[in-house]
């Protein structure tokens, strides 16, 4: 199976991209993002140095992340990168430690990223994710699947929300060209409904299929 890189803004959709790609295709979901808020509630020493950084939106080192992923890879194929590589250093990283064969760039405005991060919702048991607006729970705030009380993420408020949409369009923006030009790019346009994005990301993943 080929390995799959998740590249887009805060808010674009990736993590319910990846969720349902990994459900029904059988890829290994690996979200630095998850794995970074797992270590932190468990108060691991990776956790404690990534906390400040996480909260106050910026990129964790990336020496830091590269060790993490390294660990996690090792001998496996099918991977979908969700949240990683974020900057040049960390591709380049990759590339000692995984092929990519293509990367889905979902591509949305500032706009509607401060729209979608302000409404997210998440469920602290089982990960499931909600937009208040777009597609919010059955019953008030609660998790359709495990009925548990959805949380917002701390990294979601406000002020948050727009220092990572800078540090997206500092550090991670200079990936599309660098994709590009390896010619495994393929831009998806991530304004849609979710329904619309996943056939679109299938569509450009082609046969790959376990
Ligand atoms: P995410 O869930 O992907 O939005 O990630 C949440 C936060 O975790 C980010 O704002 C960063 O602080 C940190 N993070 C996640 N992935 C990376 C990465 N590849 N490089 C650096 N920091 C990361």
Same mark, same amino acid.
């Given at each position: =199976? #080929?390995?799959?890189?998740?590249?887009?803004?805060?808010?674009?959709? #990736?993590?319910?991209?990846?969720?349902?790609?990994?459900? @029904?295709?059988?890829?290994?979901?690996?979200?630095?993002?998850?794995? *970074?808020? %797992?270590? $932190?509630?468990?108060?691991? @020493?990776?956790? #404690? #140095?990534?906390?400040?950084? =996480?909260?106050?939106?910026?990129?964790?080192?990336? %020496?830091?992340?590269?060790?993490?992923?390294? @660990?996690?890879?090792?001998?496996?194929?099918?991977?979908?990168?969700?949240?990683?590589?974020?900057?040049?250093?960390?591709?380049?990283?990759?590339? @000692?430690?995984?092929?990519?064969?293509? $990367?889905?760039?979902?591509?949305?405005?500032?706009?509607?990223? &401060?729209?979608?991060?302000?409404?997210?919702?998440? +469920?602290?048991? +089982?990960?499931?994710?909600?937009? *208040?607006?777009?597609?919010?729970?059955? %019953?008030?705030?609660? +998790?359709?699947?495990?009925?548990?009380?959805?949380?917002?993420?701390?990294?979601?408020?406000? %002020?948050?929300?727009?220092?990572?949409?800078?540090?997206?369009?500092?550090?991670?923006?200079?990936?599309?060209?660098? !994709?590009?030009?390896?010619?495994?790019? &393929?831009?998806?346009?991530?304004?849609?409904?979710?329904?619309? &994005? !996943?056939?679109?990301? *299938?569509?450009?993943?082609?046969?790959?299929?376990?």
């Amino acid at each position: =199976m #080929k390995n799959l890189i998740l590249l887009g803004p805060p808010g674009a959709g #990736k993590g319910t991209i990846a969720k349902r790609l990994a459900a @029904e295709l059988g890829y290994l979901h690996l979200s630095t993002g998850d794995i *970074l808020r %797992e270590e $932190v509630a468990r108060g691991s @020493e990776l956790g #404690k #140095k990534a906390k400040a950084y =996480m909260d106050a939106g910026e990129l964790v080192p990336d %020496e830091l992340i590269l060790a993490m992923v390294k @660990e996690r890879v090792a001998g496996k194929d099918g991977i979908l990168f969700d949240g990683f590589p974020r900057t040049l250093a960390q591709a380049r990283g990759l590339e @000692e430690i995984a092929p990519v064969q293509l $990367v889905l760039l979902l591509e949305l405005d500032r706009d509607t990223v &401060v729209r979608r991060l302000s409404a997210r919702r998440v +469920c602290p048991q +089982c990960g499931a994710l909600y937009n *208040l607006i777009t597609s919010p729970p059955k %019953e008030d705030e609660r +998790c359709d699947s495990c009925g548990e009380k959805l949380i917002q993420r701390e990294d979601d408020r406000p %002020e948050v929300i727009a220092r990572r949409f800078q540090v997206y369009m500092r550090d991670s923006v200079p990936l599309v060209d660098y !994709y590009q030009g390896k010619g495994i790019l &393929v831009r998806l346009d991530a304004a849609r409904p979710p329904g619309e &994005v !996943y056939a679109a990301a *299938l569509h450009a993943i082609g046969d790959d299929r376990p």
